[in-house]
């Protein structure tokens, strides 16, 4: 069973993509305290295959499915390649649960202008860039798991277009609090 979804905005699959791996993390480092992310889609083509399009050369990468299908899956991350900075929470404390309920977070929005400062990471089409993160929380009452909703803006950087064009939407559900550096309550 799919932990969520997630959706690409415009591309071949407008049902969107399951999750194959979902994991939230949370460190203090420098006083501060940190969450990471790191998502892993399914194969792209895993529920329905899109007959490639005869025109394919003369559509954008976005909508041509052949190119989605070439690249295989998404990974979107904070700490995959071990060298993002994370998602900033706060001064260094113990949250409860209950504060982590309704909170949301506002990540990398404007863009970094470097992109290896950049939060996150994503091999989409590419390693490409992703920015204006916006994620909230959502506790299951009477456990210690969250509803996540991550929305984002994606530049297909490795096809040359720094521009932030494309919105993506990740629906998680079901996902265990880090509890190592959070309190119950």
């Not at 954008?60 to 991350?77: E, F, K, M, Q, R």
């Not at 991550?150 to 040359?160: K, M, N, P, Q, S």
Request: net charge negative.
């Amino acid at each position: 069973m799919s932990m969520g979804r997630i959706h690409f905005a415009g591309n071949p699959w407008p049902e969107g993509h399951p999750i194959k791996e979902f994991i939230w993390t949370s460190r203090v480092s420098d006083g501060q305290l940190w969450f990471d992310f790191h998502l892993q889609a399914a194969a792209y083509d895993s529920e329905r295959v899109v007959p490639d399009d005869p025109v394919a050369d003369d559509i954008p990468d976005w909508n041509a499915a052949i190119v989605w299908t070439n690249y295989g899956a998404c990974i979107l991350s904070s700490n995959y390649w071990e060298q993002q900075p994370g998602i900033p929470v706060g001064a260094a404390k113990q949250l409860t649960l209950d504060e982590i309920h309704g909170m949301v977070l506002s990540i990398d929005d404007p863009p970094a202008e470097d992109r290896d400062a950049a939060a996150f990471h994503i091999y989409l089409l590419g390693h490409d860039s992703v920015a204006c993160h916006e994620v909230s929380f959502e506790r299951i009452p009477r456990s210690d798991c969250f509803n996540i909703l991550w929305t984002g803006r994606i530049a297909l950087t490795d096809h040359g277009d720094d521009e932030y064009r494309h919105a993506f939407t990740a629906r998680i559900r079901n996902v265990p609090a880090p509890i190592g550096t959070l309190r119950s309550g």
